[in-house]
C-alpha cells in the first residue's frame, strides 16, 4: 500500500472501532484510536502474516500488550481478512469470540492473550528468545501503553529482552499522554520514555505515530539493527480522528450514546473525503 492508501484504510479502521464500541455500549475507544495507524501500517505492510493461515509457523509475531485497545487490534485484523467485518459489531456481545481483551484461543490472528498490563511484552520476549533458539527467522512485535509502562515488570522484560541480544524484537510505545486517571506525567511520570529504553539497551526511535512515512522509516530500520532489541515511542492523539475524543482523558474507557456516534462518524467521513479528493 502506498501513502495514501494506507491513510484511507486506517480511516476505515477507525470507523470499525467507534462503530463496535458503540455496539458494545463499553470498551476502549480513545487508544484504540490513537494506535489505529500502528495497527494499520502493522497488519497491511510490516507483518509476514496470512489471514488464510492464521498459524503457518514462519509468521511474525504480533502481541498487543495494553490488551484494553483489543477494539483497534480486532478492527485491523478484520479489515486484513482474518474474519468477517461485521463481526466487529458483536464486541463484547455475551457468545461473541470477540471479548473485551483478546483471546487466543478464540480470535484468528491473535498470538497472545492479553489484558493485565506488562505481560504482553514478557509474552513477547519469550517468543523471540523462542525464535533465537529455533534459529527462525520471524520477528515479533509488541504495543504498550504509555501507562502501561509504569509496570515494573516491562522493565523486567526490557532487561531481559537487551540481555539476550534480542534483535527480532520491536517495542513499539503509543504515547498518547493520558491514561485512565489523566495526563500520565501526573499519574506517575514515565519521562523520558526514550532515554529509559536507551538505559536498557534498546535502540530507539522517537516517531510521530500518525505519519506514516515515518512508520515506516522506524520499522525499517528496526531491521537493520543488530545485536540488540528497538524500541519506537510513538508520539500519538489520544482518540485521534474524532474531534470530542482527541486529548481527552475521559474517553480512555468509555462508549458514546447514539448522537455522540453519529457526530464520531460524520468526522470520520469528513476525513475520508478528503482523502478521496488527494
Known sequence: MNTLELKKMANEVRKSIVSAVHSAKAGHPGGSLSAADIFTYLYFEELNIDPKNPDKPDRD???????????????????????????????????????????????????????SL?????????????????????????????????????????????HRKLDNLVVIVDNNGLQIDGNIADVNSPYPIDKKFEAFNFHVINIDGHDFDQIKAAFDEAKTVKGRPTAIIAKTVKGKGVSFMENQASWHGTAPNDEQYAVAMADLEKVGEALCQK
Not at 485497545?69 to 463484547?92: I, K, N, Q, S, W
Request: aromatic share 8%.
Open 61 to 115: 509475531r504480533f502481541v498487543l500488550s495494553k490488551g484494553h485497545t483489543a477494539p483497534g487490534y480486532y478492527a485491523a485484523l478484520a479489515h486484513r481478512g482474518f474474519f468477517p467485518v461485521e463481526d466487529l459489531l458483536t464486541l463484547r456481545h455475551l457468545g461473541s469470540y470477540l471479548q473485551g481483551h483478546p483471546c487466543m484461543q478464540h480470535i484468528p490472528g491473535v498470538d497472545m492473550s492479553s489484558g
Open 118 to 162: 506488562g505481560q504482553g511484552i514478557s509474552a513477547a520476549v519469550g517468543m523471540a528468545i523462542g525464535g533465537k533458539l529455533d534459529n527462525a527467522d520471524y520477528r515479533v512485535y509488541t504495543l504498550l501503553g504509555d501507562g502501561e509502562i509504569q509496570e515494573g515488570q516491562v522493565w523486567e522484560a526490557s532487561m531481559l529482552a537487551a
